[in-house]
T-cell receptor, first 114, second 116 residues
Framework: QQQVKQSPQSLIVQKGGISIINCAYE??????FPWYQQFPGKGPALLIA?????SEKKEGRFTISFNKSAKQFSLHIMDSQPGDSATYFC?????????????FGSGTRLQVQP | GAVVSQHPSWVICKSGTSVKIECRSL??????MFWYRQFPKQSLMLMAT?????????EQGVEKDKFLINHASLTLSTLTVTSAHPEDSSFYIC????????????FGNGTRLTVT
Protein backbone atom coordinates (compact mmCIF):
# COMPACT_ATOMS: atom_id res chain seq x y z
CA GLN A 1 0.00 0.00 0.00
CA GLN A 2 1.13 3.52 -0.71
CA GLN A 3 1.71 5.57 2.37
CA VAL A 4 -0.32 8.51 3.60
CA LYS A 5 1.48 10.54 6.27
CA GLN A 6 -0.60 12.25 8.94
CA SER A 7 0.27 14.80 11.59
CA PRO A 8 0.10 15.61 14.41
CA GLN A 9 -0.23 12.35 16.28
CA SER A 10 -2.23 14.09 18.99
CA LEU A 11 -3.83 17.47 19.38
CA ILE A 12 -5.34 19.38 22.28
CA VAL A 13 -7.61 22.29 21.46
CA GLN A 14 -9.72 24.53 23.63
CA LYS A 15 -13.47 24.59 23.09
CA GLY A 16 -14.31 27.02 20.32
CA GLY A 17 -10.87 26.80 18.77
CA ILE A 18 -9.81 25.52 15.38
CA SER A 19 -8.42 22.01 15.04
CA ILE A 20 -6.11 21.44 12.10
CA ILE A 21 -4.87 18.04 10.97
CA ASN A 22 -2.55 17.59 8.03
CA CYS A 23 -1.89 14.76 5.60
CA ALA A 24 0.54 14.24 2.77
CA TYR A 25 0.58 11.55 0.12
CA GLU A 26 3.07 10.27 -2.40
CA UNK A 27 1.11 8.46 -5.06
CA UNK A 28 -0.26 10.89 -7.64
CA UNK A 29 -2.72 8.22 -8.73
CA UNK A 30 -4.79 8.86 -5.61
CA UNK A 31 -7.99 10.61 -6.63
CA UNK A 32 -10.23 10.47 -3.59
CA PHE A 33 -9.40 11.84 -0.15
CA PRO A 34 -11.85 11.24 2.71
CA TRP A 35 -11.58 12.01 6.38
CA TYR A 36 -12.96 9.64 8.98
CA GLN A 37 -13.81 10.12 12.64
CA GLN A 38 -13.48 7.19 15.02
CA PHE A 39 -14.64 6.89 18.61
CA PRO A 40 -13.17 4.22 20.90
CA GLY A 41 -14.55 0.78 20.16
CA LYS A 42 -16.37 1.93 17.04
CA GLY A 43 -15.74 1.80 13.33
CA PRO A 44 -14.70 4.91 11.41
CA ALA A 45 -17.44 7.24 10.22
CA LEU A 46 -17.07 9.31 7.07
CA LEU A 47 -16.89 13.03 7.81
CA ILE A 48 -16.09 14.70 4.53
CA ALA A 49 -14.27 13.86 1.32
CA UNK A 50 -12.70 15.69 -1.58
CA UNK A 51 -11.57 14.98 -5.12
CA UNK A 52 -8.40 16.62 -6.51
CA UNK A 53 -10.26 18.84 -8.94
CA UNK A 54 -11.25 21.23 -6.14
CA SER A 55 -9.08 23.03 -3.61
CA GLU A 56 -11.55 23.29 -0.77
CA LYS A 57 -14.73 21.68 0.45
CA LYS A 58 -16.79 22.76 3.43
CA GLU A 59 -19.52 20.91 5.25
CA GLY A 60 -20.75 22.59 8.40
CA ARG A 61 -17.83 23.05 10.78
CA PHE A 62 -15.56 20.76 8.75
CA THR A 63 -13.42 21.97 5.87
CA ILE A 64 -10.95 20.10 3.70
CA SER A 65 -8.18 22.10 2.04
CA PHE A 66 -6.42 20.38 -0.83
CA ASN A 67 -3.10 21.32 -2.43
CA LYS A 68 -2.55 19.10 -5.44
CA SER A 69 0.89 20.43 -6.34
CA ALA A 70 2.16 19.88 -2.82
CA LYS A 71 0.31 16.57 -2.50
CA GLN A 72 -1.13 17.68 0.81
CA PHE A 73 -4.58 17.98 2.30
CA SER A 74 -5.85 19.07 5.65
CA LEU A 75 -8.92 18.98 7.84
CA HIS A 76 -10.05 22.07 9.69
CA ILE A 77 -12.61 21.76 12.45
CA MET A 78 -14.04 25.17 13.28
CA ASP A 79 -15.55 25.98 16.67
CA SER A 80 -14.25 22.70 18.08
CA GLN A 81 -16.49 21.07 20.69
CA PRO A 82 -15.78 18.48 23.40
CA GLY A 83 -17.96 16.07 21.41
CA ASP A 84 -15.42 16.29 18.60
CA SER A 85 -12.88 14.52 20.80
CA ALA A 86 -12.04 11.40 18.80
CA THR A 87 -9.40 9.96 16.53
CA TYR A 88 -9.35 11.34 13.01
CA PHE A 89 -7.96 9.51 10.02
CA CYS A 90 -7.22 10.85 6.60
CA UNK A 91 -7.32 8.36 3.78
CA UNK A 92 -6.80 8.07 0.05
CA UNK A 93 -7.82 5.76 -2.72
CA UNK A 94 -7.58 5.37 -6.48
CA UNK A 95 -11.21 5.21 -7.48
CA UNK A 96 -10.67 5.90 -11.14
CA UNK A 97 -8.40 2.88 -11.44
CA UNK A 98 -10.92 0.72 -9.68
CA UNK A 99 -8.97 0.43 -6.45
CA UNK A 100 -11.51 1.67 -3.97
CA UNK A 101 -9.69 0.28 -0.97
CA UNK A 102 -8.63 3.08 1.33
CA UNK A 103 -5.10 3.67 2.53
CA PHE A 104 -5.26 5.33 5.92
CA GLY A 105 -3.02 7.81 7.65
CA SER A 106 -1.72 6.99 11.11
CA GLY A 107 -4.47 8.92 12.89
CA THR A 108 -4.70 12.01 15.11
CA ARG A 109 -6.15 11.84 18.59
CA LEU A 110 -8.02 15.08 19.15
CA GLN A 111 -8.97 16.24 22.59
CA VAL A 112 -11.15 19.31 22.90
CA GLN A 113 -11.04 20.76 26.36
CA PRO A 114 -14.15 22.44 27.75
CA GLY B 1 -27.81 6.52 5.31
CA ALA B 2 -26.09 3.31 4.36
CA VAL B 3 -25.57 0.93 7.25
CA VAL B 4 -23.00 -1.79 7.62
CA SER B 5 -23.58 -4.23 10.45
CA GLN B 6 -20.80 -6.32 11.88
CA HIS B 7 -21.25 -9.28 14.21
CA PRO B 8 -20.18 -10.13 16.80
CA SER B 9 -18.99 -6.88 18.33
CA TRP B 10 -16.58 -8.77 20.51
CA VAL B 11 -15.48 -12.37 20.89
CA ILE B 12 -13.09 -14.27 23.13
CA CYS B 13 -11.78 -17.60 21.95
CA LYS B 14 -9.12 -20.09 22.92
CA SER B 15 -5.92 -20.60 21.02
CA GLY B 16 -6.32 -23.05 18.17
CA THR B 17 -10.00 -22.45 17.59
CA SER B 18 -11.60 -20.65 14.64
CA VAL B 19 -13.76 -17.56 14.76
CA LYS B 20 -16.16 -16.24 12.13
CA ILE B 21 -17.00 -12.56 11.79
CA GLU B 22 -19.93 -11.40 9.69
CA CYS B 23 -20.28 -8.15 7.79
CA ARG B 24 -23.65 -7.22 6.34
CA SER B 25 -24.81 -4.28 4.28
CA LEU B 26 -28.31 -3.62 5.57
CA UNK B 27 -29.82 -1.25 3.04
CA UNK B 28 -27.69 -1.53 -0.06
CA UNK B 29 -26.02 -4.15 -2.18
CA UNK B 30 -22.32 -4.28 -1.58
CA UNK B 31 -20.46 -5.56 -4.59
CA UNK B 32 -17.19 -4.99 -2.78
CA MET B 33 -16.30 -5.35 0.86
CA PHE B 34 -13.00 -4.68 2.56
CA TRP B 35 -11.55 -6.14 5.72
CA TYR B 36 -9.23 -4.13 7.92
CA ARG B 37 -7.30 -4.86 11.06
CA GLN B 38 -6.54 -2.28 13.71
CA PHE B 39 -4.22 -2.65 16.67
CA PRO B 40 -4.69 -0.39 19.71
CA LYS B 41 -3.93 3.25 18.98
CA GLN B 42 -2.87 2.40 15.46
CA SER B 43 -4.27 2.91 12.02
CA LEU B 44 -6.41 0.60 9.96
CA MET B 45 -4.47 -1.81 7.79
CA LEU B 46 -6.18 -3.34 4.77
CA MET B 47 -6.18 -7.12 4.89
CA ALA B 48 -8.19 -8.07 1.85
CA THR B 49 -10.72 -7.00 -0.74
CA UNK B 50 -13.76 -9.17 -1.18
CA UNK B 51 -15.84 -9.17 -4.35
CA UNK B 52 -19.19 -10.92 -4.48
CA UNK B 53 -18.95 -14.28 -6.17
CA UNK B 54 -15.19 -14.33 -6.58
CA UNK B 55 -12.09 -15.02 -4.56
CA UNK B 56 -10.82 -12.37 -2.22
CA UNK B 57 -7.69 -10.40 -3.01
CA UNK B 58 -5.28 -10.36 -0.10
CA GLU B 59 -2.75 -7.69 0.71
CA GLN B 60 0.89 -8.59 0.86
CA GLY B 61 1.78 -10.34 4.08
CA VAL B 62 -1.75 -11.48 4.92
CA GLU B 63 -2.10 -15.27 5.07
CA LYS B 64 -5.09 -16.24 2.97
CA ASP B 65 -5.28 -19.69 4.56
CA LYS B 66 -5.47 -18.17 8.00
CA PHE B 67 -7.94 -15.40 7.23
CA LEU B 68 -10.65 -17.00 5.11
CA ILE B 69 -12.98 -14.60 3.38
CA ASN B 70 -16.28 -15.52 1.78
CA HIS B 71 -18.52 -13.05 -0.05
CA ALA B 72 -21.38 -15.31 -1.06
CA SER B 73 -24.05 -12.65 -1.51
CA LEU B 74 -24.36 -8.96 -2.22
CA THR B 75 -25.12 -8.25 1.41
CA LEU B 76 -22.84 -10.57 3.34
CA SER B 77 -19.13 -11.16 3.66
CA THR B 78 -17.51 -13.28 6.33
CA LEU B 79 -14.00 -13.38 7.74
CA THR B 80 -12.93 -16.57 9.49
CA VAL B 81 -9.80 -16.49 11.58
CA THR B 82 -8.60 -20.08 11.57
CA SER B 83 -6.48 -21.67 14.28
CA ALA B 84 -6.39 -18.39 16.15
CA HIS B 85 -3.37 -17.42 18.23
CA PRO B 86 -2.95 -14.63 20.79
CA GLU B 87 -1.15 -12.49 18.21
CA ASP B 88 -4.36 -12.50 16.15
CA SER B 89 -6.05 -10.53 18.90
CA SER B 90 -7.07 -7.26 17.31
CA PHE B 91 -9.96 -5.09 16.19
CA TYR B 92 -11.31 -6.28 12.83
CA ILE B 93 -13.37 -3.85 10.80
CA CYS B 94 -15.20 -4.32 7.54
CA UNK B 95 -16.31 -1.71 5.06
CA UNK B 96 -18.65 -1.94 2.11
CA UNK B 97 -19.43 0.02 -0.99
CA UNK B 98 -22.30 -0.10 -3.41
CA UNK B 99 -21.83 -0.89 -7.09
CA UNK B 100 -21.19 2.70 -8.10
CA UNK B 101 -17.41 3.15 -7.72
CA UNK B 102 -17.98 6.76 -6.68
CA UNK B 103 -20.21 5.84 -3.77
CA UNK B 104 -18.62 6.26 -0.35
CA UNK B 105 -17.42 3.34 1.72
CA UNK B 106 -19.23 2.68 4.97
CA PHE B 107 -17.70 0.93 7.93
CA GLY B 108 -19.05 -1.54 10.42
CA ASN B 109 -18.53 -1.01 14.13
CA GLY B 110 -15.78 -3.57 14.29
CA THR B 111 -15.20 -6.82 16.12
CA ARG B 112 -12.84 -7.01 19.06
CA LEU B 113 -11.17 -10.44 18.96
CA THR B 114 -9.29 -11.67 22.01
CA VAL B 115 -7.49 -14.99 21.76
CA THR B 116 -6.49 -16.52 25.08
Amino acid sequence: QQQVKQSPQSLIVQKGGISIINCAYENTAFDYFPWYQQFPGKGPALLIAIRPDVSEKKEGRFTISFNKSAKQFSLHIMDSQPGDSATYFCAASMRDTGRRALTFGSGTRLQVQP
Amino acid sequence: GAVVSQHPSWVICKSGTSVKIECRSLDFQATTMFWYRQFPKQSLMLMATSNEGSKATYEQGVEKDKFLINHASLTLSTLTVTSAHPEDSSFYICSAGAGNPNSPLHFGNGTRLTVT
